[in-house]
């Protein structure tokens, strides 16, 4: 059965930097655009990036262009998120998820599997 | 960026109640919609894509409606295992984006 799960999260400083990672299994994983999405403390969900199955197009939401990037090892069936210069406000549990599509300009658009999260805390 | 506008925040009904959310986004997305699922604690789940599409194993007592800039949730007949909070999320444009979320109680 599909299994990503994430880790690499825990409690960091302002500024500093973390790699967070999502093992993916049960599915073919190079064939699947993948994303990151986030949820702040009793908040909503926001989405945070999204790679194509290959790699070759990213995306990101305007609040971590250029601190957050997304990238994969399709040898590895793993995902990535580098984090840099974070903020208090990127607090937050980092979902990977599967897309049931190839990404942008194939067909896309829903996340039918989620790993169970990771926790990323930034506070000095 | 697209803007999800979704309505109640919250609301409590009673088992076997019609429960209805709606969604609303600030240009039309034609159908580029999901519906997700969150228990406290856990990851969403989808339930509904395409403003109307059914994920596979996903009980029929939920449906999607809608296009353009309006999109209906509805449960048809509220359980206790329903008790969650629900986002649209449309994929229309990028970036994604979600609406605020529903609280869905049981009286």
């Known amino acids: 059965q599909v299994q990503l799960v994430e880790s690499g999260g825990g409690v960091v400083q302002p500024g500093r930097s973390l790699r967070l990672s999502c093992a993916a299994s049960?599915?073919?994983?190079?064939?699947?655009?993948m994303h990151w999405v986030r949820q702040a403390p009793g908040k909503g969900l926001e989405w945070v990036a999204l790679?194509?199955?290959?790699?070759?197009?990213?995306y990101y939401a305007d609040s971590v262009k250029g601190r957050l990037t997304i990238f994969r090892d399709n040898f590895k069936d793993t995902l990535y998120l580098q984090m840099t210069s974070l903020r208090a406000e990127d607090t937050a549990v980092y979902y990977c998820?599967?897309?049931?599509?190839?990404?942008?300009?194939?067909?896309?658009?829903?996340?039918?599997?989620w790993g169970q999260g990771t926790l990323v805390t930034v506070s000095s | 960026d697209i803007q999800m506008t979704q309505s109640p925040s919250s609301l409590s009904a009673s088992v076997r109640d019609r429960v209805t959310i709606t969604c609303q986004a600030s240009?039309?997305?034609?159908?580029?919609l999901n519906w997700y699922q969150q228990k406290p604690g856990k990851a969403p789940k989808l339930l509904i894509y395409d403003a109307s599409n059914l994920e596979p194993g996903v009980p029929s007592r939920v449906s999607g409606s809608g296009s353009g800039t309006d999109f209906n949730f509805t449960i048809s007949s509220l359980q206790p295992d329903d008790i969650a909070t629900y986002y649209c999320q449309q994929y229309d444009i990028l970036p994604l984006t979600f609406g605020g979320g529903t609280k869905v109680e049981i009286k």
């Open positions: 240009q039309d997305i034609s159908t580029y």
């Open positions: 790679i194509s199955y290959d790699g070759t197009n990213k």
């Open positions: 998820a599967r897309d049931h599509g190839r990404g942008p300009p194939f067909e896309w658009g829903r996340s039918n599997y």
């Open positions: 049960g599915f073919i994983f190079s064939n699947s655009a």
